[in-house]
């Protein structure tokens, strides 16, 4: 379980009681308007004509609040809600022993549904489509389908790979909704909420630095709250000023991008050993000391979306902003960069 501060993957303290402000309705969710619309819109379209929603499949990156999502579904249905994760499912009985246990208009969350095999999603199939779970009895010639019909249900997905669904499967979702990275106000009236909530003292403008350094992540600015409020407890007189939150920040060694010590290795590696790329995803990983998926699944999507690196066919491309934060001169156009990097108005 990776420890780092602006990691978006849940912790083991994230989840403790007292840790942190979990919303009970979609009034209390800050942030990702549009997808909390659709929701409402279809879920009360669904009450008012006595049915289960829909089943709803939410993709994007981790730490957006899909997982809060799917609970405040089960809420605002007035129904239960069954939660796993698909590594779980691994045999069919497992899904089995599920579905058959669900309950009239419950939810089934699975979590990281685009890990579940393949074999696994295909047993969904007929029991999203037709509320009937399909079980082979027997084998060979004498093999037979006893179809077991199953209460109408709820599935919510949630998903950070969408790509790794199989197209029959997504089509299977009736709302299909994604999920985006949260701007400053929104990260700040987060922190504000919390430090109310929790009655951590903190000035004005101090949200705003520790929500400048989130990665657009509502879980890491809460995580990154807990650990300059320890901070200031233990260095300072408890209250979380500016001028504490820069200090708690740079010693947990995360810059003004929220960019942390590996971050700006991998940055370094492609612009002062590879002069900018392309260079490949194994050759960084080499380069770094670290293993490529963690390179590409933890580092890479928050330099690419904070507009540091590019991903071409080539390889990754350092842009020029990532030239200007480590405080260095972009290179001259040459045969191996792609200007347009560069001249982008």
Do not use: C
């Not at 083991?12 to 929701?39: A, S, Y």
């Amino acid at each position: 379980m990776s420890d780092r501060i602006v990691d978006p993957g849940a912790q083991d303290t994230d989840n403790l009681d007292g840790h942190t402000f979990r919303p009970q309705r979609f009034e209390d969710f800050i942030g990702q308007d549009k997808v909390k619309e659709q929701l409402k819109i279809a879920i009360e379209a669904a009450r008012g004509r006595g049915e289960v929603l829909e089943h709803v499949l939410l993709s994007g990156p981790q730490g957006l609040g899909k997982s809060t999502l799917a609970n405040l579904i089960a809420h605002e249905m007035g129904v239960n809600i069954r939660t796993t994760v698909g590594p779980m499912l691994v045999q069919k009985a497992d899904l089995a022993a599920i579905l058959t246990n669900l309950q009239p208009g419950d939810v089934l969350f699975i979590d990281e549904i685009h890990r579940t095999r393949n074999d696994i999603q295909e047993t969904l199939y007929p029991a999203m489509e037709d509320y009937r779970l399909d079980i082979i009895l027997g084998q060979g010639p004498s093999a037979r389908t006893v179809p077991i019909p199953l209460p109408k249900y709820t599935l919510v997905g949630a998903t950070t790979r969408m790509g790794q669904l199989s197209a029959p499967f997504r089509d299977r979702f009736g709302l299909n909704l994604r999920l985006n990275f949260y701007d400053l106000d929104q990260l700040s009236k987060i922190i504000r909420r919390d430090t109310e909530f929790f009655k951590i003292d903190i000035e004005d403008d101090a949200d705003r630095i520790i929500a400048n350094r989130s990665r657009g992540t509502p879980r890491v600015a809460k995580r990154m709250l807990r650990r300059v409020r320890d901070y200031v407890k233990v260095r300072k007189d408890g209250v979380i000023t500016t001028a504490a939150a820069l200090e708690a920040l740079e010693f947990y060694e995360v810059d003004e991008l929220g960019l942390e010590e590996m971050d700006r290795a991998i940055l370094r590696t492609i612009v002062e050993k590879f002069n900018g790329g392309p260079v490949g995803l194994g050759t960084i990983a080499v380069s770094v000391n670290e293993e490529d998926p963690t390179v590409e699944d933890a580092h890479e999507p928050y330099l690419i979306q904070a507009g540091l690196i590019s991903r071409t066919p080539r390889g990754r491309v350092a842009t020029k902003l990532a030239y200007e934060h480590l405080g260095l001169p972009p290179p001259e156009s040459s045969s191996t960069q792609q200007p347009d990097f560069w001249n982008k108005e």
